[in-house]
């Protein structure tokens, strides 16, 4: 199936502004504040998308722990990301939790403190820094697809749980490109088992506010998460610090970095902070993207028929390059359409310094604002038929002219993800590498149900057996 751009599409409309603003937002009335608060906490995806279809694309909810504004409209969308950004910032509960993992790292962190964090790290994710880790992703999926044969997991009943090797993987990958080798496995399990972990513990506090600040016991398990992934990282640095050798991977790029102005470098605590965000910034997001890929194309044989007729042509049978990635345009297109169905990170939030306007709607200061990725890329007004996986909605003549922010699965604006480029070229370079050898298969009993934690990931397992292309001839 191919979509077509419909002339009757509100392509870019702006309704980011009327002539007089309205003070009282659509929405449900303060007295569902219980049932809301309920009903996002079992099924946040359906709430939000339910409050956009019964209210419009700017919402207000009572919940039990304040009102929340929703924004749906990618005019709002850009509103708040890019066009008055210094307007809001990140001093929202999201942000406070997950900082009881990450410090002060690039993603929570806010400000000037953040503005200079940010120009300090800039270089270690330049296109040539990215391209230079192209072999690594190449030879780590390699290596893993060689473990899955070794174990007997290829041309056997015996399912993968692909969520759990994409998981591993993409980690393995993070580690290599951060400290220029790979952990002992040992080790990298240790930082797989604790950053998952701490994703559901981070979750549950997202959804019950308060719970972290109680003597839990999940406040119990992110401690001692966080406690097992200081040790490895505070360890890593130390080592590094004491080695002073050259180095060409990104810790020895954060160690070495500089700020312009002051010529002060990172101390331990923000190289830690930073380290640990890109651990789980870094592997768990292009993880969900590969896992719901593998989804999706299971689900849609006649797409991955054509995926790998690309990679036969493109490749001939060798693993990919980075200067294969270029050509490998359907493959490119195939993550960026799971992404749109199926976002990694499915919400941000941010708190309005002043009142603003978005929509015709006065948005008040100290307004906890929530953008829902999950909704605007499915948002009917921009994407025909938005329910449907049709990777042509990628091609050049289809993207063009759509609105910029009814995709964002990268955030926008200044605080677009650092590491967005790095995680494109993973995902393209690991999904050609496995599908371009193996054919993935749900297993006839395989359950796939959405579960937004921090990240959008497939809940419990997601089990595929996998047939080399030698054998299925």
């Known amino acids: 199936m191919t979509t077509v751009p419909s002339p009757t599409r509100r392509v870019e409309q702006d309704v980011s502004q009327r002539s007089h603003p309205v003070s009282r937002l659509p929405g449900p009335s303060w007295y569902t504040a219980l049932e809301n608060t309920t009903r996002f906490l079992r099924q946040a995806l359906e709430f939000s998308e339910g409050m956009r279809r019964q209210y419009g694309d700017v919402v207000s909810v009572p919940t039990l722990v304040g009102r929340l504004t929703l924004v749906f409209h990618p005019d709002g969308v850009r509103r708040v990301l890019q066009e008055n950004h210094f307007n ?4 929202i509960p999201d942000y406070q939790v997950l900082s009881r993992l990450l410090g002060k790292g ?58 759990k090797e994409m998981s591993a993987l993409t980690l393995s990958i993070v580690c290599k490109a951060l400290f220029g080798a790979a952990l002992p496995d040992e080790q990298l399990e240790r930082v797989r088992r604790a950053l998952t972990t701490a994703n559901h513990r981070l979750s549950d506090a997202f959804y019950i506010p308060g719970i972290l600040s109680l003597p839990t016991p999940q406040r119990h398990q992110l401690a001692a998460a966080r406690r097992e992934l200081h040790a490895v990282v505070d360890e890593l640095v130390r080592q590094r610090r004491a080695d002073g050798g050259e180095r060409n991977d990104l810790l020895a790029m954060l160690l070495e970095a500089r700020d312009a102005e002051t010529g002060e470098g990172m101390s331990d605590a923000q190289v830690r902070d930073e380290v640990l965000t890109l651990l789980l910034a870094g592997h768990e997001t292009t993880a969900n993207a590969l896992s719901w890929t593998f989804y999706l194309l299971a689900r849609h044989p006649e797409i991955a028929t054509r995926l790998h007729q690309e990679y036969r042509r493109v490749l001939a049978g060798r693993p990919p390059a980075m200067q294969d990635t270029a050509r490998l ?5 195939v993550i960026e359409e799971s992404m749109r169905l199926y ?10 310094l002043a009142d603003d306007e978005i929509g015709g709607y006065v948005i008040p200061k100290g307004a906890y604002v929530l953008l829902f990725q999950s909704v605007t890329h499915r ?6 038929q938005p329910d449907v996986f049709d990777p042509e909605r990628f091609s ?7 609105h910029r922010f009814a995709y964002f699965p990268f955030g926008g604006g200044p605080r677009l993800c650092i590491g967005n480029q790095f995680a494109l070229t993973e995902a393209q370079l690991i999904l050609a590498t496995i599908l371009s050898r193996y054919e993935l298969r749900l297993t006839p009993d395989a359950s796939v149900v959405p579960e937004p934690l921090v990240t959008l990931r497939p809940r419990g397992t997601l089990l595929m057996t996998a047939r080399s292309f030698a054998e299925l001839l």
């Open 88 to 91: 809001y910032n990140k001093d």
């Open 106 to 163: 690039l993603l929570t962190n806010d400000g000037d403190s953040w503005l200079q964090q940010r120009r300090l790290m800039q270089p270690a994710f330049h296109r040539d820094r990215v391209n230079a880790f192209g072999a690594v992703m190449t030879d780590t999926t390699m290596d893993w697809m060689q473990r899955w044969e070794m174990r007997r997991l290829v041309d056997t009943d015996e399912p993968l749980d692909m969520l």
């Open 329 to 333: 345009s359907y493959g490119r297109m």
């Open 343 to 352: 976002p990694p990170a499915w919400a941000v939030g941010r708190r309005a």
């Open 379 to 384: 948002h009917p007004d921009f994407w025909e």
């Open 396 to 402: 050049s003549e289809h993207a063009a002219g759509r």
